[in-house]
């Protein structure tokens, strides 16, 4: 009997360690990690920008088949204008479902009876074919998807072609205002420097969106098959976490961990993603605490007040100043 299909997407706010997570999740047999799918349509492919493989991903051995077998362009012409009209249709519906207007609603329809959206429904059809040519073309049973928006997991849930899963990976904000504020240098291959910054307004803003957007969407899945996960438990016991999300898949394999910190990360094939998706041999995984000594005081207090409800119901510790101030 062959294995059920599956596809797991992990949700949250951007540097909260998932590039590292869908990484390791990736090392499992049976699993494959495409990266950030979200970026699919209107940069990785329109783009070519370079694959986990080192390669564009018209002559990646993934990628471009599976661009042939789903969207119907073959890999000569998949740096051209063929490529471009197939993916606009795409793009275009993209935007329209998450547009803020629209966002509520596609976050409820995993549970519920969902207008008739032909916008919807494109992107549906064009994300389901990816999602199967990449299953047969690697021969894996389950894709992971960390496109981290909340978005794109309810395209997904609400497909209704595979069994879907959502990790909620978050992370403690004040951190992820810290890690914006560093430059992430990128491989030569990918023609940049570094990743971009980010100030902390805009990082608060992106923050606040992503956790309210999958306490929307939260609701409307299986609570069987959603998974909340703090960063920090992640990085503190890593084969533990990942053996708890191996458990809600119900897959029967342990964690693919040497040591309870260490794994082998082998060659990937993700389009987007933090830097980390280049790595490859023994990665050890520990927390990223530098926030801690470096944030600047005023900023750790403006997080706090900002984020006060949010840090409530994930765990986190609050200075005692922005509980007065919020009060």
Same mark, same amino acid.
């Given at each position: =009997?062959?294995?059920? *299909?599956?596809?797991?997407?992990?949700?949250?706010?951007?540097?909260?360690?998932?590039?590292?997570?869908? &990484?390791?999740?990736?090392?499992?047999?049976?699993?494959?990690?495409?990266?950030?799918?979200?970026?699919? !349509?209107?940069?990785? @492919?329109?783009?070519?920008?370079?694959?986990?493989?080192?390669?564009?991903?018209?002559?990646?051995?993934? !990628?471009?088949?599976?661009?042939?077998?789903? =969207?119907?362009?073959?890999?000569?012409?998949?740096?051209?204008?063929?490529? &471009?009209?197939?993916?606009?249709?795409?793009?275009?519906?993209? *935007?329209?479902?998450?547009?803020?207007?629209?966002?509520?609603?596609?976050?409820?329809?995993?549970?519920?009876?969902?207008?008739?959206?032909?916008? $919807?429904?494109?992107?549906?059809?064009?994300?389901?074919?990816?999602?199967?040519?990449?299953?047969?073309?690697?021969?894996?049973?389950?894709?992971?998807?960390?496109?981290?928006?909340?978005?794109?997991? +309810?395209? $997904? +849930?609400? +497909?209704?072609?595979?069994?879907?899963?959502?990790?909620?990976?978050?992370?403690?904000?004040?951190?992820?205002?810290?890690?914006?504020?560093?430059?992430?240098?990128?491989?030569?291959?990918?023609?940049?420097?570094?990743?971009?910054?980010?100030?902390?307004?805009?990082?608060? =803003?992106? !923050?606040?969106?992503?956790?309210?957007?999958?306490?929307?969407?939260?609701?409307?899945?299986?609570?069987?098959?959603?998974?909340?996960?703090?960063?920090?438990?992640?990085?503190?016991?890593?084969?533990?976490?990942?053996?708890?999300?191996?458990?809600?898949?119900?897959?029967?394999?342990?964690?693919?961990?040497?040591?309870?910190?260490?794994?082998? $990360?082998?060659?990937?094939?993700?389009?987007?993603?933090?830097?980390?998706?280049?790595?490859?041999?023994?990665?050890?995984?520990?927390?990223?605490?530098? !926030?801690?000594?470096?944030?600047?005081? *005023?900023?750790?207090?403006?997080?706090?007040?900002?984020?006060?409800?949010?840090? @409530?119901?994930?765990?986190?510790?609050?200075?005692?100043?922005?509980?007065?101030?919020?009060?």
């Amino acid at each position: =009997m062959e294995p059920r *299909r599956k596809v797991l997407s992990i949700v949250g706010p951007s540097r909260s360690g998932s590039t590292i997570l869908s &990484a390791v999740l990736g090392e499992v047999p049976g699993f494959f990690g495409a990266g950030e799918l979200r970026w699919l !349509w209107g940069r990785d @492919l329109a783009e070519q920008r370079v694959c986990g493989c080192q390669t564009t991903p018209a002559a990646c051995p993934v !990628w471009s088949r599976v661009v042939e077998q789903a =969207m119907g362009v073959s890999p000569e012409e998949q740096s051209g204008p063929r490529l &471009a009209d197939a993916l606009q249709p795409v793009v275009s519906a993209q *935007r329209e479902i998450t547009r803020l207007s629209n966002r509520r609603r596609l976050l409820a329809t995993p549970g519920a009876d969902r207008r008739h959206s032909v916008a $919807l429904d494109v992107l549906t059809e064009a994300t389901v074919s990816v999602v199967d040519a990449l299953l047969q073309t690697t021969g894996a049973h389950t894709l992971i998807d960390e496109s981290k928006r909340p978005q794109e997991a +309810a395209v $997904l +849930a609400a +497909a209704g072609r595979f069994d879907h899963y959502v990790v909620h990976l978050v992370r403690d904000p004040r951190a992820v205002v810290h890690s914006w504020r560093r430059s992430k240098p990128l491989p030569a291959s990918t023609g940049s420097a570094a990743m971009p910054r980010r100030g902390l307004p805009k990082t608060l =803003m992106r !923050w606040l969106e992503n956790c309210s957007g999958a306490e929307y969407l939260r609701p409307h899945i299986d609570p069987r098959r959603w998974l909340p996960v703090r960063y920090e438990d992640f990085a503190a016991h890593p084969r533990a976490t990942v053996q708890s999300i191996l458990d809600m898949l119900e897959e029967d394999c342990e964690a693919p961990f040497t040591s309870d910190d260490t794994v082998v $990360l082998g060659p990937n094939h993700y389009l987007s993603g933090n830097p980390s998706r280049f790595r490859t041999g023994p990665v050890r995984i520990v927390a990223d605490s530098e !926030w801690q000594t470096s944030l600047p005081r *005023r900023q750790r207090l403006l997080v706090d007040v900002a984020t006060l409800p949010f840090l @409530l119901r994930y765990g986190y510790p609050v200075a005692g100043a922005a509980l007065r101030r919020a009060s």
